[in-house]
């Protein structure tokens, strides 16, 4: 394996045109609402991109107290879930996104109420690559991962890690 130079330049990322996200087969079976919710919610140029509630009050619902309960609830309907994926998976949203994002929120989010929201995103986006299945189980501290799953998730991260 050649070594790097030292003085190397790390290799330049190509950048990619913007897709047009709200062509998704999955966001059609979705009310208007329910659409705007998860492109800004699933679209990583949105200004609310993975924070539930900012993106559905920014959908047109009102800024109430149970906004956050609501936008939760909102996230778990099955189509929901679905266009969600979808998003993720036609913005380029991928195995390398997720465990950048798990390593930062390991590593700066110790605040209760930034875990959940960050921890029901890395979900999603964990489960629509595949990287953990059905039968896996979630919440704000604890992922519960069967012993298949666990070797496949460390493989993936050692893979990343080495730079394949």
Do not use: C, H
């Not at 969600?84 to 994002?101: C, K, L, P, T, Y």
């Not at 921890?119 to 986006?125: H, K, P, T």
């Not at 496949?152 to 991260?157: D, I, Q, Y």
Request: charged letters at 25%.
């Amino acid at each position: 394996m050649a070594q790097a130079k030292p003085d190397a330049q790390p290799p330049k990322r190509r950048t990619r045109k913007p897709k047009d996200l709200g062509s998704i087969p999955e966001l059609d079976a979705l009310t208007p609402r329910r659409k705007a919710f998860v492109l800004g919610y699933a679209d990583p140029a949105s200004p609310t991109f993975n924070n539930a509630t900012q993106s559905l009050i920014a959908a047109g619902a009102p800024a109430s107290p149970s906004a956050r309960v609501v936008a939760s609830q909102t996230l778990a309907a099955p189509n929901v879930e679905k266009a969600v994926s979808a998003v993720f998976r036609e913005a380029g949203i991928d195995v390398r996104f997720v465990a950048d994002n798990l390593k930062r929120f390991i590593l700066d989010s110790d605040e209760s109420w930034k875990r959940a929201p960050a921890v029901r995103s890395l979900e999603i986006a964990s489960r629509s690559l595949g990287v953990i299945g059905a039968e896996t189980q979630v919440n704000t501290m604890t992922v519960v991962l069967s012993e298949n799953e666990r070797s496949n998730l460390e493989a993936r991260l050692s893979e990343l890690e080495a730079g394949s």
